[in-house]
């Protein structure tokens, strides 16, 4: 399987999707990650459940594609203040 982190507004991965397959792939979008499961599994890995419940693990991800991660700040057009939550999931994804 591969793994794709992007966000929602990857249009260039949404088509990659349509000619891959759904089911050989996973996308973490960084625009929504609250929306995911993530669990480190202790020594054994970890798993990323998605917003329909499909689900990737250490076990199951071949590759993984980087493609232009954004901070939701830097993706909203319309300016607006982020939760405490969604302002701390920001810092985290840059510390």
Known sequence: MLLIYSTT???T???LIYYIGENNLFRLN???FEN?????LNNSGFEIKDPIG???NSS??????WRKPSLKHDLLIKQEKL???EEYIEKEFWY
């Not at 995911?36 to 480190?40: A, E, F, K, P, V």
């Not at 199951?60 to 594609?65: M, R, S």
């Open 30 to 32: 960084s625009d929504c």
């Open 83 to 85: 939760s405490d939550y």
């Open 60 to 65: 199951n991800i071949k590759k993984v594609l």
């Open 54 to 56: 499909r689900i990737a």
């Open 13 to 15: 991965i949404d088509m």
């Open 9 to 11: 507004f990857d249009t």
């Open 36 to 40: 995911y499961n993530i669990i480190l």
